[in-house]
């Protein structure tokens, strides 16, 4: 018995002077040796820096100074993880019953760098290059090769995890998909069967970007199955939520929600600043569905609701992430209201009525004309891709589209805007708009149409009132500029109108042709027909015909679309004989559009009238002149017969008598 405890205080003796010689090294010392276990295990240098110093118990720890530790040889030169201090602390009463609970992970200003190229992750460890020998001779490779060891069953747990002002860069197959710096990260998993619970917050233009993160089985995570996750992050201006799976690749499935109360911030918080929302388009929004993001930067979107702003949408998309974005949407909605679209994010009031008014007055020194007011057409850029819009009634700009059919395609600032078709002053429009921001701003389209009113179309197009009827047609144009009274007075284009019974307001043509009392101050035509084309903002019609109940009228002018005046004539003219005798008028429509002098051409109308009077004069005295020379010729003399021939006739007669005479007759 004595010899036992002999041999047990010796062997505490032996351990207490163990750990008083690794207590008493030096760090310098002490680092190494661990360096050196560190690359016979993993193959890995690493670098340790100033004092090391262990603790035993309770807790099994290590502290360092700046550290650094190798990448994988294929990952480039870059160290997978460098930190100004790690301190690093295990249990040890668990380590001593087969379990690792780790107390403490704490690690300043480290650098976490992860890549991942053809499969391989640079956070897989293999073993070092030395080998050993075992009992029976066979060799065996440290920490890789030979047979595999017996499955470990431990229990891995964290009670805490701290890393302050860190920054975390993750690599695919060469190129940088994040890299986050001053990021400071919590994380806690206290128990095998507990969830695993993450905080970060990271610095952000306009305020700090908070993760909340859930993992409930963190071990299936880890070895790759796709488990539950809740995620919760709140930026400057909105939050983004996720509830479903994801895998350790990054990939995500399940119900997600995005809410601003700032768009423009949120994007600004996330590297897009300078990128201003259209009023209608999201500068609030709430966007939810069911959403799977792949690890090629893939997402789609379904069962999708959204409200951005006072509008409200349904449908689906999918968004590819990159720079810019690709979108391909469907959506369908209500009654949409876009009508702000054109304003920036401190914009005063809107461009409409009013407002309009006083803008464009002020921007054209005083006259009414078309805005010179820059276009920010800066949000054709914003992503690429395709939207098709089915909806009970658009709003946007001067205009209102009824029920329509809508695609928008996005590509490199260029958007076509097709109509299939689009309902439009009461009829249908097909056809396409294009506005092209990739070298200046242009505006174009090519368009058919049918059932227009026209008095809505003229009115909400140009301001002008007074003709009103059904019209089809169809029109190609093409706009250059920065602001709509550059891109107006730079049209050019070709189209043709066909309108069915119709008014002209303010003139009476009835009333002009000298037909009596008219019609009230209107003109009610049958059709109007009439072919046009444009060039440097003005249009230029020849061949216009508007036909009524008695007469027919032609017209051919200018109407400048870019300086908002108007010089045309028609002229109209009787088509059926009737009892009551009218005039000719042409009729002169002149001026700007807002007041427009609508008068007949009265030059035209004295000459017609000088003319008549003329030949009445000339048909009296031609009338007493026959009158008397078929007087003395004693004959008759008309209209169709020439005085020569009568007198010829005359002295026939007359030499014929004389012959008779001379031989004998009667």
């Known amino acids: 018995m004595k010899w036992l405890i002999r041999i047990l205080f010796i062997l505490v003796a032996v351990i207490g002077l163990v750990i008083g010689a690794v207590l008493l090294m030096p760090g310098d010392k002490l680092g190494a040796i661990l360096a050196e276990q560190v690359r016979a295990q993993t193959g ?22 700046p550290v650094t530790f190798g990448n994988a040889p294929w990952a480039g030169p870059e160290p997978m993880l460098s930190a100004q201090s790690i301190a690093v602390g295990v249990d040890a009463a668990s380590l001593l019953d087969g379990d690792i609970r780790i107390r403490r992970v704490l690690a300043e200003n480290p650098v976490l760098r992860l890549e991942l190229s053809e499969g391989r992750g640079n956070w897989e460890l293999s073993g070092g290059a030395t080998a050993s020998t075992d009992a029976t001779g066979r060799a065996a490779t440290a920490g890789g090769g030979g047979s595999k060891p017996a499955e470990d069953n431990r229990a891995i747990t964290l009670d ?3 890393l302050t002002n860190a920054r975390l860069v993750y690599v695919e197959n060469g190129e940088t998909r994040m ?3 001053n990021v400071d990260l919590k994380a806690s998993w206290p128990d095998i069967s507990a969830p695993m619970q993450m905080e970060a917050q990271m610095p952000v233009p306009g305020g700090a970007v908070a993760v909340d993160l859930t993992i409930p089985d963190l071990p299936a995570y880890a070895s790759g199955a796709a488990t539950a996750l809740k995620l919760r992050l709140q930026a400057p201006g909105g939050s983004i939520g996720f509830d479903g799976r994801v895998n350790i690749a990054g990939e995500m499935d399940g119900t997600t929600e995005v809410r601003t109360d700032s768009t423009d911030t949120m994007l600004a918080a996330f590297g897009q600043g300078g990128v201003s929302v259209p009023q209608g388009l999201g500068r609030v929004a709430d966007i939810s569905g069911r959403m799977t993001y792949t690890r090629d930067g893939r997402i789609a979107l379904r069962d999708m609701t959204a409200a951005l702003d006072s509008n409200r949408f349904q449908g689906e998309a999918d968004i590819l992430i990159a720079n810019p974005p690709q979108v391909t949407a469907r959506l369908n909605a ?3 209201d876009l009508t702000r679209v ?3 994010a401190k914009s005063a009031p809107t461009q409409k009525g009013e407002g309009a008014a ?15 007011t820059p276009i920010d057409a800066s949000a054709l850029g914003l992503a690429n891709g395709s939207l098709r819009l089915r909806a009970k009634s658009i709003a946007v700009p001067g205009m209102t589209f009824g029920q329509s059919d809508l695609t928008l395609t996005l590509d490199r600032s260029r958007a076509v805007l097709k109509m299939q078709p689009a309902t439009l002053f009461s009829g249908q429009v097909n056809g396409q708009v294009v506005a092209n921001n990739r070298n200046g701003l242009s505006v174009g389209g090519n368009l058919t149409a049918k059932g227009i009113d026209l008095k809505q179309a003229l009115t909400t197009l140009g301001g002008i009132e007074r003709l009103s009827g059904t019209a089809s047609g169809s029109l190609e144009f093409l706009g250059v500029g920065q602001n709509e009274n550059q891109i107006m007075r730079s049209l050019s284009g070709k189209g043709r109108i066909d309108v069915g019974k119709g008014v002209i307001s303010g003139f009476d043509l009835d009333r002009l042709m000298g037909r009596g009392s008219g019609s009230g101050g209107t003109t009610v035509f049958n059709s109007l027909a009439a072919s046009f084309v444009i060039d440097k903002g003005n249009l230029t019609n020849n061949d216009l015909l508007m036909l009524l109940t008695n007469f027919r009228a032609d017209g051919k002018g200018r109407v400048g679309l870019g300086a908002r005046d108007i010089d045309y004539v028609f002229t109209p003219a009787v088509v059926r004989s009737n009892s009551e005798t ?19 051409d009265l030059t035209k109308v004295i000459e017609a009238a000088a003319d008549e009077k003329v030949k009445a004069l000339e048909d009296d005295a031609k009338k007493k002149v026959l009158d008397k020379v078929g007087e003395k010729l004693g004959t008759t003399v008309t209209e169709s017969e020439q005085v020569e021939d009568a007198l010829k006739e005359k002295l026939e007669n007359e030499a014929k008598k004389g012959l008779l005479k001379l031989f004998g007759g009667d």
Request: net charge positive; aromatic share 8%; charged share 25%.
């Open 44 to 65: 890995r240098e690493l670098n340790l820096s100033g004092d090391v110093r262990l603790s035993f118990w309770p807790v099994l720890g290590l502290e360092t100074g």
């Open 160 to 162: 805490r995890l701290e």
């Open 179 to 181: 890299d986050f710096a």
């Open 334 to 336: 209500g009654d949409l």
């Open 342 to 344: 054109s304003e920036t």
């Open 358 to 372: 006083k803008g464009n007055k002020a921007a054209n020194g005083g006259k009414s004309g078309w805005s010179k």
């Open 582 to 600: 009218g005039v000719s008028v042409p009729v002169r429509i002149y001026g700007p559009w807002s007041d427009p002098s609508i008068k007949p």
